[in-house]
């Protein structure tokens, strides 16, 4: 080995890990030491609507393309909340909406405790 392979060699043996980012096996965890992207947060959707013949304003949240949505009366506080739909999917909520404008105050309560 020539006198500037040596002091090279002996330079890297002199340099910490820390110096030294671009090698493979010294990334954290056993990585490959490149950065992987995330994966993009699910878009969360809420809405509300007040019914024409009950009086009643109903309030629905859920993920599009998942069977998490979910509906509920909206009576002021968030502990009194009366459930009407839980874990279905968007267009079941939805034809329910579609359903509950019709009906009276008393239906939509008494559905709701169902």
């Known amino acids: 080995m020539s ?5 090279l060699a002996t330079h890297r043996e002199a340099l910490p890990d ?14 490959t030491g490149h950065m992987e992207a995330g994966r993009k947060p699910l878009a969360k959707v809420e809405g509300r609507r007040r019914l024409r013949a009950s ?10 393309s998942l ?11 968030k502990s009194k909340r009366s459930i009407l739909l839980d874990d279905v999917s968007e ?3 939805k034809l329910m ?3 509950l404008q019709t009906m009276s105050k008393k ?3 008494k559905l709701a405790k169902a």
């Open 3 to 7: 006198f500037a392979a040596n002091a």
């Open 18 to 31: 820390a110096a030294l980012p671009w090698r493979d096996d010294l990334a954290p965890l056993g990585g």
């Open 55 to 64: 009086g009643l304003t109903i309030a629905w949240r859920g993920t599009p």
């Open 67 to 77: 069977d998490d949505w979910a509906a509920y009366i909206v009576n002021g506080t």
């Open 91 to 93: 267009r079941k909520l």
């Open 97 to 99: 909406l579609t359903r």
């Open 107 to 109: 239906e939509v309560e």
